[in-house]
Every structure is written in structure tokens, then in C-alpha cells.
């Protein structure tokens, strides 16, 4: 069953500081890289299906298919309704150094460097300015003061609305936070990676920094579709993860069967059940969904229409109870760049 939302998509705002925003933003990335290929203009429709539901916050990166999907937001936003346009706000990360072969050698966070990517993102966006910037991880030969301090320069002149962050630890942020005012930090918040509630969400409370959540459906494994005997496309970044692999996907696929029983109970989809999950644990918080086509784009929308009483949050706990998942949520070489994680 796929529910679609009965209005427009409610808003949220964006840290103390930061814009208001849709209550649901949407995660391009899956439309230009790490999930096998994708198809060009069923993109571009579910993009313009979104601005059409009323979500307002696209969020990309420089480096999703090198720069593939700031041209295809680029050719979404052209093609949308004026109104539509108007409303579009847009989130970037950048930083990631790759190779002509799609390996990611490393990030870049000196103040040059991040001018730099930011000419390009304004160039391959169409645009005179970005709403949110934010390096993807913490450059760890560059002080993030040096980093931000550029990005706020980019605030002054004009190119960039407000700061974010990405995947960044409690320390780092308050570091961060005292150079120059952020809206929002980006992390991994889900049913099945819950770690930033120990230190970091507290940490961005205190500061009044919102949250976008990715991940909310930790890559499609908690989404009630994923199935054990399912074959990976060529070029997944599922298949080197390690909540993907043997034993692993095994018990994670168990918590998704025991958290199916409660949102049937509720008439709602698995995946309606843990976006309206992140979306009950405060208004500080807004999930993006990385939806690549308008079905599950509506299915996701219908998460707005399920309303978690106390009840049926104990009964998700109990489902699925912090720390359940098998797995680390990226390789271990991967792990080693998040900030968050240290």
C-alpha cells in the first residue's frame, strides 16, 4: 500500500538561523551515482513531482557523478514551473577529491579550494547563489575554523545563503558554530543508526542547529522492499556495505519483518513507518528521502500523513531498539573520514 500525502508538504525551519524549509527535503545523489544506473528522465519527473507536492529542499553534492547532479537539478529546475523554481532551495556539499575512475581519494577544505568548488556548483547549478554549503567531511589537514570562515566569506559575498555542516562531531561543531552562524548539521539519522542522540543532536540542540537526516532509510534496507535473494547493479555502493553483507542482512531483514507488524497495524508501508519515525523525534529535524522515482517519491510523501502516538513509538522500540543493526553503516575505510564518528 502506497499512501500520497492529503496536502501540500508542511515546513520546518532550518536551525535557529537557517531557511524554512520543507518537512521532507529531497536526496538527489541516488539519481547520478552509488546506486547503478538510473534513468534520466524519470529523474527529472520525480524532481519536478516533488516541487509539485510542495518540497522545497534539493540536496545534491559537487561530486555525485562529478558534477552529473547539479546539471541534472540544473535541468529539472529549468523545466519546473516558475512557481516551482521560485520555491527551490538548494543544499551542496562539496570536497571530495575523485579519480576519472569514480574512486574518492580525499577531501579539500583550504579556503581556495572551497571558492573553487563553489564557482563550479554556481556554474553547473544555473544559479547566482546556493542556499546551503557545506563540505561533505571534515578535511582533516584544515582546521574547520579555515573552512567555514571561507564559506562564510562566500556569505558575504552574496554566493551562498547559510552554512551547514556534514557528518561532523560534537567538538567540531561547537568549533564550527563559534566562527560563523550554521543552520543545519547533515548526518546519518535513522530507526537503525541512531548514534548522534548520545552527543551530537543534544550538541546542535543546544546551539540551535537543525538537522537533515540521510540515511532515513539506510540505503533502502529498512524500506520493506529490500529482499534477501536481491542482486546489486554494478557499481552499488550496497555491495561493499557492510549492513548488506551474509549474516548481516540477515538480521537487519529480520528488524524490517518485526517493524512491518507495527506499521501494517498502523495501514502504513515500512517505509512510511521509519521516515515518520525520524520525523517524530523533533522539529529540529528534516529527513531527506532519496527517492529516484515518483512512486516511491509518493510513497515516501505518505509519511507525513502517519502520526506516531506514544504508543506506537514504544511499540517501534521494541521492534527495532537502538544499536539492533547488524553492521557498520559504511566500509571501515569509509568510517575513518567521519568526523562524527571520532
Not at 551515482?33 to 516533488?50: K, M, P, V
Not at 530507526?191 to 543546544?206: F, G, N, W
Request: glycine share 10%.
Amino acid at each position: 500500500m502506497t499512501t500520497t500525502p492529503k496536502t501540500s508538504v508542511p515546513t520546518r525551519p532550518l536551525g535557529a538561523t537557517g531557511p524554512v524549509v520543507s518537512a521532507l527535503g529531497l536526496g538527489c545523489m541516488g539519481m547520478s551515482a552509488l546506486y547503478g544506473e538510473s534513468d534520466r528522465a524519470e529523474s527529472i519527473a520525480t524532481i519536478h513531482a516533488a516541487l509539485d507536492a510542495g518540497v522545497t529542499l534539493l540536496d545534491t553534492g559537487d561530486f555525485y557523478g562529478m558534477g552529473h547532479n547539479e546539471l541534472l537539478i540544473n535541468e529539472a529546475l529549468r523545466t519546473a514551473p516558475a512557481g516551482a523554481r521560485e520555491q527551490a532551495l538548494t543544499s551542496v556539499k562539496f570536497g571530495a577529491l575523485r579519480t576519472v575512475e569514480g574512486g574518492f581519494t580525499g577531501y579539500d577544505g583550504r579556503p581556495a579550494a572551497v571558492k573553487n568548488f563553489a564557482a563550479y556548483s554556481l556554474q553547473r547549478l544555473g544559479t547566482d547563489h546556493i542556499d546551503v554549503y557545506r563540505i561533505a567531511r571534515v578535511d582533516p589537514d584544515v582546521p574547520i575554523e579555515e573552512t567555514v570562515g571561507a564559506i562564510a566569506e562566500l556569505v558575504e559575498a552574496g554566493h551562498v545563503r547559510h552554512i551547514g555542516l556534514s557528518e561532523v562531531g560534537a567538538d567540531t561543531l561547537r568549533r564550527a558554530a563559534a566562527v560563523a552562524p550554521i543552520a543545519d548539521l547533515q548526518i546519518e539519522y535513522s530507526l537503525v543508526s541512531r548514534s548522534i542522540e548520545e552527543k551530537i543532536l543534544p550538541t546542535a540542540r543546544e546551539l540551535g542547529i537543525g538537522v537533515t537526516a540521510y540515511g532515513v532509510l539506510s540505503r533502502g534496507l529498512i524500506s520493506g522492499h529490500f529482499t534477501r535473494d536481491r542482486e546489486l547493479a554494478p557499481g552499488d555502493f550496497r555491495g561493499m556495505s557492510p549492513r548488506f553483507q551474509g549474516e548481516n542482512l540477515d538480521r537487519n531483514l529480520d528488524l524490517v519483518d518485526r517493524l512491518r507488524a507495527v506499521a501494517e497495524a498502523k495501514g502504513a508501508t515500512v517505509a512510511q513507518t521509519a521516515i515518520a519515525w525520524v520525523l517524530a523525534q523533533g522539529r529540529d529535524i528534516v529527513p531527506l528521502v532519496g527517492a529516484r522515482r515518483r512512486d516511491r517519491l509518493a510513497e515516501a510523501l505518505g509519511a507525513l500523513d502517519v502520526t506516531l502516538d506514544a504508543a506506537d513509538l514504544a511499540a517501534i522500540e521494541e521492534a527495532v531498539p537502538a544499536g539492533a543493526a547488524a553492521g557498520a553503516r559504511y566500509p571501515e575505510a569509509q568510517m575513518a573520514h567521519l568526523d562524527s564518528e571520532h
